[in-house]
């Protein structure tokens, strides 16, 4: 018999590779991190023996979530201002809190919150847009969780950078820094078409070629800024963006409310990914995604819950719920997004956006072992017809009792066993109490 580090026994397996198959009794091995086999659970009996061995046999073992759109920190302003209408929010809430808390401290215990609640919902990787970017990173890293992490550029200044030479000066260091790390890889983040001019924009193209890396970038997503961009430059955001040269494989689109169907086209002929929020959009009133007509342009479209002060959780169940049901009032059709598909938007997509599809998004040999154990015998899962369905219309985010990065159990019966959730808890609501009282000062 072969040893491994560890096998897990579970009463289902979606692999989500090669289809929307879901293997019963089934086993998986994982050695050095990544996945050995997946075969039948009397199979692997008999082939493997493994000091550690986990019964899931009330479980669905799936690929580990990747939230393709996220802003960690601002996990610490989670329902600071709801209810209002977009430019209210933005002007009067929350630029307002990040001028004044924004810091390495803030993002530290921020990225902390965030990445406590991404692993407790079965999320393994998540792509990330903020400041002070080298530090979401290095909680990532010690966390053990998988992560893009955003070289913000924006043309104002902030308390990370005053310049757009300093954006990219410092989120240079950043990639220098982790080019070689096992969990953490890096992209562009130019925040969006309307605070970004055309130089950086250039400068970003060019060094996006030259690195290798991906664009992550607002695009679309309100009405309001599309008619700006025409009234400014007299060009919609996206012709905008084709006539710098970004509209690319490289190119990781955001939001994508307001669309035509040239601009569907000419993202398909670029091979665009698209990065959904479904949740965010609707909760700010910005505009449906065409979803539907996305991905039968051929254009790949992974999910993200975008941060917490306008969804206002990292619940990537909820995400793929949403998305699933939202595109078929949208186009009119319930046969629209189908749950595979929403759950292959949550996994394998959003690596494909990240250029890490051959790495982890489906269990496959030879991939990490990324993955998420999900329980499936409570009140709220009974009867159960098709486990795979039942994972994006009636379970949540409480069902996950298990999730592993890399082979290493992060999260272990519920139990956070890389991060101190009592310290998370107790920071976070030390700067609760502060954003709170100079909100309130604020806005009285």
């Given at each position: 018999?072969?040893?491994?580090?560890?096998?897990?026994?579970?009463?289902?397996?979606i692999p989500i590779e090669p289809d929307d198959r879901v293997l019963i009794d089934h086993s998986l091995a994982?050695?050095?991190?990544?996945?050995?086999?997946?075969?039948?659970?009397?199979d692997a009996r008999q082939q493997y023996r493994s000091d550690t061995e986990l019964q899931l046999d009330k479980h669905a073992l799936i690929p580990g979530l990747i939230n393709a759109h996220t802003h960690a920190a601002m996990s610490l302003l989670r329902g600071l201002a709801d209810?209002?209408?977009?430019m209210d929010w933005l002007q009067k809430h929350i630029w307002p809190a990040e001028g004044r808390w924004v810091s390495e401290e803030f993002v530290h215990d921020g990225s902390l919150l965030a990445i406590a609640e991404m692993l407790r919902s079965g999320t393994t990787c998540f792509n990330d847009m903020y400041f002070f970017p080298e530090v979401t990173a290095r909680v990532a890293a010690t966390a053990g969780i998988r992560a893009t992490v955003g070289m913000i550029l924006i043309d104002f200044p902030s308390a990370y950078a005053s310049d757009a030479d300093e954006y990219l000066s410092k989120g240079l260091a950043l990639h220098d820094a982790y080019r070689s790390h096992p969990l953490i890889r890096t992209a562009f983040a130019p925040h969006a078409p309307y605070s970004v001019s055309d130089a950086p924009l250039d400068r970003v193209r060019v060094l996006a070629d030259e690195l290798d890396v991906p664009i992550h970038m607002h695009v679309h997503e309100t009405a309001f800024e599309v008619e700006q961009s025409v009234e400014q430059c007299g060009k919609r955001p996206l012709e905008r963006l084709q006539a710098l040269g970004v509209v690319s494989p490289a190119l990781l689109a955001v939001h994508m409310t307001q669309l035509t169907d040239e601009e569907i086209e000419l993202c398909a002929a670029g091979s665009v990914s698209v990065l959904h929020c479904p949740e965010s959009n609707l909760k700010l009133a910005s505009g449906f995604c065409p979803v539907q007509r996305l991905l039968d342009a051929g254009i790949n479209v992974a999910l993200g819950t975008d941060g917490a002060a306008s969804n206002n959780d990292l619940d990537m169940f909820g995400e793929m719920r949403s998305a699933a049901l939202l595109a078929k009032a949208v186009c009119g059709d319930a046969g629209a997004v189908t749950a595979y598909q929403a759950l292959r938007m949550a996994t394998l997509n959003g690596a494909q956006a990240l250029g890490i599809a051959d790495q982890t998004g489906s269990l496959i040999a030879g991939k990490w072992a990324d993955l998420c154990a999900v329980r499936l015998d409570d009140i709220e899962s009974t009867?159960?017809?098709h486990p795979l369905s039942q994972l994006v219309y009636a379970s949540g985010r409480h069902q996950v009792s298990d999730v592993w990065v890399a082979g290493?159990?992060?999260l272990k019966e519920r139990v956070l066993t890389s991060l101190d959730e009592a310290d998370i808890l107790a920071r976070a609501r030390q700067w609760q109490v502060r954003i709170a009282a100079a909100d309130a000062d604020a806005n009285t």
């Open positions: 018999m072969q040893t491994v580090d560890t096998l897990l026994h579970a009463r289902w397996i994982i050695h050095e991190g990544r996945i050995a086999a997946i075969l039948p659970t009397a209810d209002l209408p977009l009867p159960l017809y290493e159990h992060l």
